[in-house]
């Protein structure tokens, strides 16, 4: 079975500051990573996907992530946030053989002070 | 182009009734998926549809659960004799293919209250 574990339930940060929100998968097999993102009111966005090649991978809105396989990571990163980036951010994975279902963690919070 | 659309958006009903919720994926794509967002729970993974093979149901949480896909389109989930925590909003997604890791497009959402 697989699982994703975030763990950072509710993050508040000030305008301009450095965003790393973490995510651990387990799963024993070759995956694919997501980053979505909920705005307030607003549905599931796809931010930023992994399938293979280079580890580091850029998504919208200037957002990154690197995916780690001996750490079982893939942590979400941007360098200098901004007040419309407040939403909810779901790390999930895609095993090879489950059938294309995405497994999801249980959502990091993210307030952005001005 | 028209992305995932759902309805009724919210659906406000009676612990014992039964609700029917629908979906309708982007044209063309061939893989629909239900799944589930409540407190306490996240997001969980009800069902699965790919073309016209069996769909993949292990994510249902009971037999009250049920889901059809006709012509490979339209998506209804049913849920019979309504409890209380059945309560969420329950997304539907779509993706151009089944295999392989394609983006799922998600939906809106159907909000369900059982009182």
């Known amino acids: 079975a697989q699982s994703v574990s975030q763990h950072n339930h509710h993050v508040i940060l000030s305008e301009a500051a450095s965003l790393e929100l973490g995510c651990n998968y387990s799963?024993?097999?070759?995956?694919?990573l997501f980053w979505y993102v909920q705005y307030p009111g607003q549905h599931l966005q796809l931010l930023l996907k992994?399938?293979?090649?280079?580890?580091l991978v850029k998504g919208i809105k200037g957002f990154e992530a690197e995916f780690i396989k001996s750490k079982f990571s893939f942590n979400l990163r941007k360098p200098s946030v901004q007040w419309s980036d407040t939403a909810e951010y779901f790390c999930?994975?895609?095993?090879?053989?489950?059938?294309?279902?995405?497994?999801f963690g249980t959502g990091t919070r993210l307030q952005v002070t001005l | 182009g028209a992305g995932v659309s759902q309805s009724p958006s919210n659906k406000v009903t009676e612990k014992g009734k039964d609700v029917e919720l629908r979906c309708d994926p982007i044209?063309?794509?061939?893989?629909l998926y239900w799944y589930r967002q409540s407190l306490g729970q996240g997001l969980e993974f009800l069902i699965y549809?790919?073309?016209?093979?069996?769909?993949?149901k292990s994510g249902l949480p009971s037999d009250r659960f049920s889901a059809e896909r006709t012509g490979g389109s339209v998506s209804t989930l049913t849920i019979q004799r309504t409890q209380q925590e059945d309560s969420a909003v329950y997304l539907c997604?779509?993706?151009?293919?089944?295999?392989?890791?394609?983006?799922?497009?998600f939906g809106p959402g159907t909000r369900l209250t059982v009182t």
């Open positions: 997604a779509s993706s151009s293919t089944g295999t392989g890791a394609y983006e799922q497009y």
């Open positions: 799963y024993g097999g070759t995956v694919n």
């Open positions: 992994y399938f293979s090649g280079d580890p």
């Open positions: 999930a994975v895609m095993g090879f053989g489950t059938a294309s279902k995405l497994t």
């Open positions: 044209s063309g794509h061939t893989a």
């Open positions: 549809f790919q073309g016209n093979s069996a769909p993949d």
